[in-house]
């Protein structure tokens, strides 16, 4: 499983040649190749086996009248790539004059190098064995997991590339595996239950599978003893999964593109304004170590950088593509796609208090949901979030999975769901709990957040 | 601003990119996989013409053409299968591809072996002289801009407060060809164009958000027959009474679901527990109840893909079959699971023509087209009228179900229902259930069953479906609110 693999020098020539003989003075584009391998089982046997050679570019070109237009394909023959021309500069003719994406300033500074050893690849059939065994030892931690219905081992070698037309030219290669295991436990005349775990390495000889089999365990069992919650308003803390998962659902709030749409909560005039308890810090920072497969560059061929958003609870920044950026008069922020309209996107969240040993900056010290007398609700993974964020409306309505803390027990929750508004959650934090957790989307440790409400079946 | 008479796609597609000169490919290929032990292989090679726009407020913002091309291998031996995807179509490129899925099972490549493949039937092609003019006939770019700032201008006309109004246009054309050892040998070509309008309405601090979308297959001509009046007037209604709608009371309480897209609800909570991917991995309660009560009495259930212009339907699936109409629940009773190709092979339920994948990127499985909860005997008004207090829920949301079969949906546009009438607008509503406790209490079915167009993701990726139901009353839900 080698990726096929992109020359950088011959697909500009080739793209330079065919723009010369289309007319084609100004474009850009991005590509990249993968190849795939990954593995499913089902107690004891091989569920499915797959690999994936994938290709793909996008080109975007301007025309006589500095209007963009784009195209994209997964066909990178010399056809393909005439015809992804042409129809990037017929496309062109509809191109938005009143926010037209221009090359990105930075896209020939110096990259800040990542630490992302690459990995041969293992054969697809010794993945297949580290599965099965890594499911025969979830099995054999409880007699009520019964299968482990949605589990899977894989791994990737990709590269990928940005030109333009003025001699930007940025290519990275990367490896990556991930491992998943969500078992299902029943007891007899109980519901079933489900949790898992999952792990990102550089390569499959990396990933922490023992790591994974206990939590996915520690996790399922954890629920099998459950209870219905009175629906009520509770205080909640939040795994760092958990609040990572909600502010990334309401990352439109620092989405320059979202805020110049209109469909973001913030506005031009919210940076600067405060946004969240003063010991709340949130940074964007794709270069953090615990990024598994960070991008150096974005889609415009952007560095990637580390970026504070909110500080002491204050909108400091907002992300940005190159457009963006010009028309806030700032510098591009290397978090945008590519497209004819750029969209923009976080990388990794890092959650934090605004300042160590600061009480003023820390919020409430010594929170340990462990331990607290209760009533508390903590919420330890969030569901539906695609269905249940209004993100433009601030709103959510989220199933969840969890535990009641009261009087020194923890009982996980049947079945609930906790609803609130993003405003009011980041202005009711209380504090936070324990050291920063890293994990595949951010870095962030337990929030506590006052009066949410939780709908229960009690 | 609008070129005059740009095509909608660059290059000619009206002929097939799957002529004559792939049987003879194809043969070889099947030939090499059962000379070297596989017990079925099959080659599904696809070409794809996509075209999406965007309009917000009075301008085109997004113009995204891609096109593409690709083959997925899958080789089966026993119970087990191996994969593999490749966007190159040389012979090279897919020998290489057929020997990395033999070598997943651990089979090697043998020329010299001796045959057992008897060669493909003749093909079946689905249409190919009706649907090889399709992609030409689709509106032009510069007509469907026309059409989508035409929708976005009905926006402003009729909506108040309008802080963000936006139309999208989405063309999907794709020609498959599906080979498989056991003769199968099908060409298809689909066409669905969906369209979409969405609003943010935003006064002080109220703010409401909603959309509508509609979706056809097979009818080049669907943007030129919308009528983008009636829907800008259904959009300014929903949105004007949402804007200053409270946050529900959460709560357990009877609810009606309007038809349209309520089927949604159907679809997720108790759709997917129907498929026979499910009864693999032994996530279904189903699995063993064929036969048995697993729904109240009133209510039937459907799937199928032959209805004309649907946005799930299918000349043949991706597996090479045609669809059958799957009576999947009929008075309440668990009849039939929909099963693909792996599905009979490892459950034993037969194919149903549902075998379905987004692309070659992905294997098929057994996947919804056009599901349905059938219509009852009852006005709509007789369900609102039974409720004392309630919820009625005019539009849904998205909706997602878990691994125990838990489902949750946002309800979009809803309403109290207060002695039999609707009283006012309420927001931030979630349905909460089990497909297995909820199903029973399916009490009454209205009259009035309309289709609805959506898009479904699962194991083999994003696929265009219908979902649909008539109002339907469920006499106590967990409602999640404030």
Same mark, same amino acid.
């Given at each position: 499983m080698n990726a096929p693999g992109l020359e950088a020098a011959q697909l500009r020539d080739r793209v330079e040649q065919l723009a010369h003989r289309h007319g084609i003075s100004q474009w850009d584009l991005g590509a990249s190749c993968s190849s795939d391998t990954s593995v499913q089982v089902d107690r004891g046997d091989a569920k499915q086996m797959k690999a994936a050679q994938r290709s793909a570019l996008t080109v975007r070109v301007w025309n006589g009248d500095g209007l963009v237009g784009i195209t994209s394909t997964s066909d990178l023959s010399d056809e393909g790539l005439e015809r992804a021309l042409s129809g990037a500069r017929e496309a062109s003719a509809f191109g938005n004059p009143d926010d037209t994406p221009a090359f990105s300033p930075l896209a020939t500074s110096p990259l800040q190098p990542l630490d992302q050893p690459l990995h041969q690849p293992r054969n697809i059939l010794n993945l297949l064995e580290t599965l099965k065994e890594a499911e025969r030892q979830l099995l054999g931690r409880h007699t009520a997991i019964s299968t482990v219905p949605y589990n899977g081992l894989a791994q990737r070698s990709s590269e990928r590339i940005y030109l333009n037309s003025a001699g930007a030219c940025r290519q990275q290669a990367q490896t990556t595996a991930s491992l998943y295991l969500y078992a299902r436990a029943e007891e007899t005349g109980r519901k079933p239950r489900s949790a898992g775990a999952v792990r990102l390495a550089y390569g499959a000889t990396g990933l922490d599978i023992a790591g994974c089999i206990d939590e996915a365990a520690e996790r399922t069992i954890s629920h099998l003893d459950y209870a219905p919650i009175t629906t009520g308003h509770y205080t909640c803390v939040f795994s760092p999964e958990a609040f990572l998962d909600l502010i990334g659902a309401f990352s439109s709030l620092f989405n320059a593109r979202a805020v110049l749409d209109g469909v973001s909560l913030s506005t031009r005039e919210s940076l600067g304004e405060p946004l969240a308890c003063p010991f709340f810090n949130l940074h964007d920072n794709g270069l953090h170590p615990g990024n598994i497969g960070a991008s150096s560059f974005d889609g415009e061929g952007t560095p990637t950088q580390r970026l504070a958003l909110v500080e002491a609870g204050v909108i400091r920044n907002f992300l940005h593509s190159e457009a963006t950026a010009r028309s806030f008069g700032v510098a591009p922020t290397g978090h945008a796609g590519m497209g004819a309209k750029v969209s923009v996107g976080p990388d990794y969240f890092e959650v934090g208090p605004a300042g160590a040993g600061d009480p003023q900056l820390a919020g409430q010290a010594g929170l340990d949901h462990g331990t607290h007398p209760g009533p508390l609700v903590v919420i330890d993974s969030l569901s539906a979030l695609h269905a249940g964020v209004k993100a433009s409306q601030g709103s959510f309505s989220l199933p969840f999975d969890g535990w009641l803390v009261r009087g020194g027990e923890r009982v996980s929750i049947e079945a609930a769901t906790v609803a609130g508004d993003i405003r009011t959650v980041l202005k009711a934090l209380i504090g936070f709990e324990g050291p920063a957790k890293v994990t595949p989307d951010g870095v962030c440790p337990f929030v506590w957040v006052e009066g949410l409400s939780v709908t229960g079946e009690a | 601003m609008i070129a005059p008479s740009i095509p909608a796609s660059a290059p000619p597609l009206q002929s097939s990119g799957f002529g004559a000169h792939w049987r003879e490919r194809l043969d070889a290929l099947l030939s090499l996989g059962r000379r070297s032990g596989a017990d079925l292989v099959e080659v599904f090679l696809e070409r794809t013409d996509h075209l999406s726009l965007l309009a917000e407020q009075d301008s085109i913002t997004s113009v995204s053409p891609a096109f593409g091309l690709g083959a997925g291998i899958r080789v089966f031996l026993g119970r087990r299968d191996g994969f593999v995807s490749t966007n190159d179509l040389s012979d090279q490129g897919l020998q290489a591809a057929l020997e990395q899925a033999l070598g997943m099972l651990g089979l090697v490549p043998s020329p010299s072996a001796a045959n057992a493949f008897a060669g493909l039937t003749e093909l079946r092609d689905h249409g190919l002289a009706v649907k090889g003019e399709w992609l030409l006939r689709c509106p032009t770019l /510069? =007509? /469907?801009?026309? $059409?989508?700032? =035409?929708?976005?201008? $009905?926006? =402003?006309? +009729?909506?108040? +407060?309008?802080?963000? $109004?936006?139309?999208?246009? %989405?063309?999907?054309?794709? =020609?498959?060809?599906? /080979?498989? %050892?056991?003769?199968?040998?099908?060409?298809?070509? $689909?066409? +669905?164009? %969906?369209?979409?309008?969405n609003v943010l309405a935003a006064d002080g601090e109220h703010r409401a958000s909603l959309g509508r979308r509609y979706g056809t297959s097979d009818r080049p001509d669907a943007l030129r027959d919308w009528d983008p009046e009636a829907s800008a007037l259904d959009v300014c209604d929903s949105v004007g009474t949402m804007l200053y709608a409270d946050y529900v009371e959460a709560g357990q309480m009877p609810a009606v679901l309007a038809n349209r897209f309520g089927g949604v609800i159907f679809h997720e909570a108790c759709g997917h527990l129907l498929e026979t991917t499910q009864v693999e991995r032994g996530t279904t309660p189903f699995a063993e109840m064929v036969g048995q009560s697993i729904a109240h009495p009133s209510l039937t259930a459907i799937d199928e893909g032959g209805t004309e212009g649907a946005f799930g339907s299918l000349a043949m699936d991706d597996e090479g079959m045609e669809p059958q109409r799957t009576v999947l629940i009929e008075n309440g009773v668990l009849r039939r699971f929909l099963s693909d190709r792996a599905g009979e092979q490892r459950t034993g339920h037969p194919r149903t023509g549902s075998g379905r994948r987004q692309g070659h990127g992905f294997a098929a499985a057994s996947r919804m087209r056009n599901t349905f909860i059938a219509a009852g005997p009852h006005s709509p008004e007789a369900l609102i009228a039974s409720v004392d207090r309630g919820l009625y829920c005019k539009s849904m949301g998205g909706g997602s179900v878990g691994p125990t079969g838990q489902f949750n949906f946002a309800v979009e546009e809803g309403f109290l229902i207060e002695n039999g009438k609707l009283t006012k607008p309420v927001k931030g509503a979630t349905l909460i259930g089990e497909a297995k406790e909820v199903m029973p209490r399916i009490s009454m079915c209205a009259n009035d069953l309309e289709l609805a167009a959506g898009f479904c993701g699962s194991v083999s990726g994003s696929i265009f479906v219908t979902v649909g139901q008539p109002h339907i009353k469920v006499d106590s839900i967990t409602v999640g609110g404030r």
């Open positions: - | /510069a =007509e /469907a801009s026309d $059409r989508l700032l =035409e929708g976005t201008a $009905r926006l =402003e006309q +009729h909506g108040r +407060h309008l802080q963000v $109004r936006r139309g999208s246009y %989405s063309r999907d054309w794709q =020609e498959v060809l599906v /080979a498989a %050892s056991d003769g199968t040998f099908a060409r298809d070509i $689909r066409l +669905h164009q %969906s369209l979409g309008l």
